[in-house]
């Protein structure tokens, strides 16, 4: 595979270099200060995309320690429960995100603790004029291959504000340094890579479990979107149970054999979980056109969920290259956001 021929602006070398953003990111947390916070009642994330998505896994990380709901909201508005109580935070790759940028004031009217982070654009202005604290990160990159810098900071935050136990970032950096020596690889020893030809031609479907890997589920979605360019859906355990496993009955007119499922594992499953997801698996293995469990790699809950997300943002990668297609360019995207600026 002739890869930078199609890899022409050089997604490789980001995902090459996805530990090291992770090592850079937790010390650009570290050296932000931000005002004692009185208990928050709720924490809201404001983003879209690539920079929603980390809110996603950082919900999912503390799920079972934080002391107050994580929110994401991907919206121009902020439900009425935002108010003094909510840590708010605003975060944009680009800084220049309109949905972002117009809760955010609507948040500044509102009273929130707020907290920013970009790699510059309005956000970074606006912070300055109103006093917010804010986490620059390096500019210059797709959005999507910066989660590094878009989750990490806040992880230290929040540890920082003594709502969460500080995580085992080095374990996680060393897990992610360990799989980019297999990941990097463009041949079928490399595990992404493989998974990439079996996806090739189908459309992925991606469960996760609610609480544990939702966010991934989600995420492995989105890459596929935006680097593969093809149709990809993700779900969650145990809701699943509840309607997507009734076309697998085969009762409709679909073809199933289009399908390829991908069942994102993590032994911090619930054990009725585990259950339903080997009777889900049973239930539609013979009929899917392929099956496969990805389980994370290394001892603690973040290395499980970087671990995870590092498999798909390659296959996903791979997956573009099969295809001859460029994984960075997001020309729909670009247009809408070029369309909209007009009105
Ligand atoms: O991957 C992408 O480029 C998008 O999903 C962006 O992240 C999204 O459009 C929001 O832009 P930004 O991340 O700059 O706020």
């Not at 509102?110 to 620059?136: D, M, N, T, Y």
């Not at 799989?179 to 996760?208: D, M, N, Q, V």
């Not at 498999?311 to 460029?326: C, E, H, I, N, R």
Request: glycine share 8%.
């Amino acid at each position: 595979m002739e890869v930078e021929k199609i890899d022409r602006r050089g997604m490789k070398n980001l995902l090459d270099r996805f530990p090291q953003q992770c090592q850079e990111a937790v010390r650009i947390g570290e050296t932000i200060e931000i005002p004692s916070l009185s208990e928050p009642r709720n924490i809201v994330i404001l983003g879209m995309g690539g920079s929603a998505i980390g809110g996603e896994i950082l919900r999912d990380l503390f799920y079972s320690h934080l002391p107050c709901p994580i929110q994401v909201l991907r919206d121009y508005k902020l439900p009425p429960w935002v108010d003094k109580s909510t840590f708010l935070v605003a975060i944009s790759y680009s800084g220049n995100t309109e949905e972002t940028l117009y809760s955010l004031r609507e948040g500044i009217r509102r009273k929130c603790s707020i907290l920013s982070l970009s790699s510059g654009g309005e956000l970074a202005k606006l912070s300055v004029q109103e006093g917010i604290p804010h986490i620059s990160i390096p500019e210059g990159m797709p959005p999507r291959t910066a989660l590094g810098y878009l989750l990490l900071p806040l992880v230290v935050i929040l540890t920082k504000l003594q709502l969460v136990e500080k995580p085992e970032f080095e374990e996680t950096i060393k897990v992610l340094e360990n799989l980019k020596e297999h990941y990097t690889l463009s041949s079928p020893s490399s595990p992404p890579c493989l998974l990439a030809e079996e996806i090739r031609g189908k459309i992925p479907l991606i469960w996760g479990v609610e609480g544990v890997t939702g966010g991934v589920a989600h995420r492995w979605k989105t890459q596929f979107n935006e680097n593969s360019k093809i149709l990809a859906f993700w779900d969650i355990f145990p809701e699943l149970n509840h309607n997507e496993v009734v076309p697998w009955g085969g009762e409709g007119e679909v073809n199933l054999k289009n399908f390829f499922v991908v069942l994102l594992r993590s032994p911090a499953e619930h054990p009725r979980i585990r259950r339903r997801i080997e009777l889900t698996r049973e239930m539609i293995e013979e009929k899917c056109g392929g099956i496969k469990e990805i389980w994370p790699q290394g001892k603690t809950p973040l290395s499980w969920l970087l671990s995870l997300v590092y498999m798909g943002d390659w296959t996903s990668f791979y997956l573009a290259l099969l295809q001859g297609v460029d994984p960075t360019q997001i020309k729909p995207i670009e247009w809408l956001k070029k369309e909209l600026s007009k009105f």
